[in-house]
């Protein structure tokens, strides 16, 4: 797996760095271990890419749940806003020259949106 990181790192701050990732972690997504070992790896090597630290973590945390929540649906609900706003803050994308992070207040409402979705699935259930 360390030559994996390694030319992953080789790769921070180009546009092949986010397809890398996700190969990477598709790889490694039933590997509990391996898959902090790679999010540890990032923080740490990717502070040469400066702001894209703070997208790239969110979106490692973030990549099983999206799979099953929508992600459009906290957009609106919990911020107002479309869902390519959130995937903008999720990804780091670049916009208007900047990487688009998340404030501190917009990770606490992120926060708050995934621990209360999560109560509203747990207590959800079906009867005949």
């Known amino acids: 797996m ?14 092949q760095f986010d397809a890398a990732l996700d190969q990477l972690y598709e790889k490694y997504k039933d590997d509990a271990a391996a898959k902090r070992a790679i999010a540890a790896y990032i923080k740490k090597g990717v502070a040469a890419s400066g702001e894209r630290i703070n997208g790239v973590a969110v979106k490692m945390q973030l990549a099983e749940v999206s799979e099953i929540i929508s992600l459009s649906y906290i957009a609106k609900t919990y911020f107002n806003k479309t869902k390519s706003w959130l995937s903008q803050r999720v990804n780091g994308h670049t916009v208007n020259g900047k990487a688009a992070l998340f404030t501190s207040e917009e990770m606490k409402t992120l926060n708050f949106a995934l621990k209360d979705v999560g109560k509203k699935i747990g207590s959800t259930s079906v009867h005949l």
């Open 2 to 15: 360390n030559k994996e990181l390694n030319k992953l790192m080789q790769l921070a701050g180009t546009a």
